[in-house]
């Protein structure tokens, strides 16, 4: 005989895994992964007492894995891309004359610009601030503009594209976490980040608006950056060829995983046929990704390439991808306990008879992924625990899943490097060599996202309603309204 669970059953499962993470995670550095099976585990107790059979969690989990499995396989597919874009110059084009346009004139604007656009091109936050982001602070040094604005600046930036660039692992998990689908994600998540990063820069020019160009040089590392790209690479504008497939996909509404493939694979042809790389490197690039061993070039050496350049350029590959989904397969495991067991739907009335408008439940979500940010230090984990535990209740709302998704990304993915005790907070600390807690006022982008979402979610602006068109095109829709 199958049981309710009342409050405590519900409820009790969350904070074992807030406890867990916080204190395994948090204190002691333990992989997520496993706190989140232990969390799994007292779930499934739980679940057991309330009369539960393993077969049933069981039929739980593999129909959360099954809902997921789209978006993981897009997930998967983002590794080969990025792979075949590095081998075929695309990516290392785009970030050569990316740090091309550099003007020391404004310095923390530029710092803004920049990160976001090699971030973007590139799809990882760490990678930008950890490579451009390393020579901007030594132009901004050499110029003795303000370090934790700079700083603050590439943050920012960092993060803007890393929050909508489609090679990004977060902005392919909260499609996941949601429901939603990647790239009408990405549009919607243009209404709280244009703004957030309008308002940003007009902060960074007023910011850098004294500086002059003529104060300070390039920094030999950015040069020596830029001379060991062209050594690589051969640079042609076809070398543009698949990120307009992409974008000709995003805007025709084509389906993203045959548009991934079929970009990535004019990219294999472009890294053979222009760059002269080996068929069996390309694959290579598919797998573990694109490495400068591969480059066989006259006057090149492999061994004297400066790890800035290596950092930009050891990127791609389906194994890069592992432990996004290790962390996404063990959360899904949680999610589909609590949900088969009834917990879900507890928590679901619970926060129903608290949330009366939209505004309620964006600010909800809002201070739900923070906390989980605050506790984990962990981006994953700060949009995929509450994107599991909202979905439902933006369904009954009759709100589309982007809706879900966007905030996740707004007060998830972006907040992490603000936190001082986070592993974002902490490498960009040590590697922009400025204090979390002096550049977080500067990274304005990553407070300001979800300012603007919970404006939104109480003017109703930006706010996407599930019609009854929807409801037709989807049937689950239907059976849960």
């Known amino acids: 005989m199958k049981k309710q669970p009342n409050l405590f059953e519900a409820f009790s499962p969350i904070v074992v895994m807030l406890l867990l993470l916080a204190i395994g995670f948090g204190v002691y550095g333990f992989n997520p992964e496993p706190l989140l099976i232990l969390a799994s585990v007292y779930a499934g107790f739980i679940a057991w007492r309330l009369g539960y059979t393993w077969d049933e969690m069981m039929e739980g989990i593999q129909e959360k894995i099954k809902q997921a499995m789209p978006a993981i396989l897009i997930l998967i597919s983002i590794g080969i891309l990025i792979g075949t874009w590095m081998i075929a110059g695309t990516i290392p084009m785009m970030i050569y004359y990316g740090l091309k346009i550099i003007d020391p004139t404004f310095i923390v604007l530029i710092a803004f610009v920049v990160s976001a656009i090699i971030s973007i091109v590139t799809g990882t936050s760490w990678g930008s601030a950890g490579t451009v982001g390393v020579a901007l602070m030594g132009i901004a040094t050499g110029l003795g503009a303000n370090l934790p604005a700079t700083a603050g600046a590439i943050v920012a930036g960092a993060y803007f594209g890393d929050k909508l660039s489609p090679l990004s692992d977060t902005t392919n998990i909260a499609p996941i976490a949601a429901g939603s689908e990647l790239y009408e994600h990405i549009r919607h998540m243009l209404w709280t980040t244009v703004p957030a990063a309008i308002l940003s820069m007009i902060v960074y020019f007023f910011a850098g608006l004294h500086l ?186 009759k709100l589309q899943a982007k809706n879900l998704s966007r905030t996740l990304e707004d007060s998830g993915t972006v907040v992490v490097p603000l936190i001082p005790w986070s592993s974002a907070g902490v490498f960009m600390a040590g590697t922009l060599g400025v204090s979390t807690l002096s550049y977080a006022p500067w990274a304005i982008l990553c407070y300001t996202g979800f300012i603007f979402a919970i404006i939104l979610g109480y003017t109703g602006i930006g706010i996407a309603k599930i019609t009854d068109e929807d409801t037709e095109d989807n049937p689950e829709v239907h059976s849960e309204k």
Not at 332 to 357: D, H, N, P, Y
Not at 361 to 382: E, K, P, Q
């Open 212 to 397: 002059s160009s003529g104060n300070t040089a390039t920094p030999e590392t950015m040069n020596m950056m830029l001379q060991t790209l062209t050594e690589m690479f051969n640079w042609n504008i076809l070398l543009l060829l698949p990120p307009v497939i992409i974008l000709y996909g995003a805007i025709r509404k084509k389906p993203t995983l045959p548009m991934i493939i079929f970009s990535s694979a004019v990219a294999a042809i472009l890294g053979i046929f222009m760059q002269g790389f080996s068929a069996s490197d390309v694959f290579a690039s598919t797998v573990s990704g694109f490495d400068v061993g591969m480059v066989n070039r006259a006057n090149f050496d492999s061994d004297t390439v400066i790890p800035e350049v290596l950092s930009l350029v050891h990127q791609g590959g389906m194994q890069s991808m592992t432990g996004v989904v290790l962390i996404a397969f063990s959360a899904f495991i949680f999610a589909g306990i609590i949900a088969k067991s009834g917990s879900l739907e507890v928590i679901i009335q619970t926060l129903m008879k608290v949330v009366k408008r939209t505004g309620d439940l964006i600010l909800t979500t809002v201070l739900s992924c923070i906390t989980m940010a605050l506790v984990t230090g962990n981006s994953y984990l700060s949009i995929i625990v509450p994107g599991e535990i909202f979905k439902d209740t933006y369904k009954k709302k």
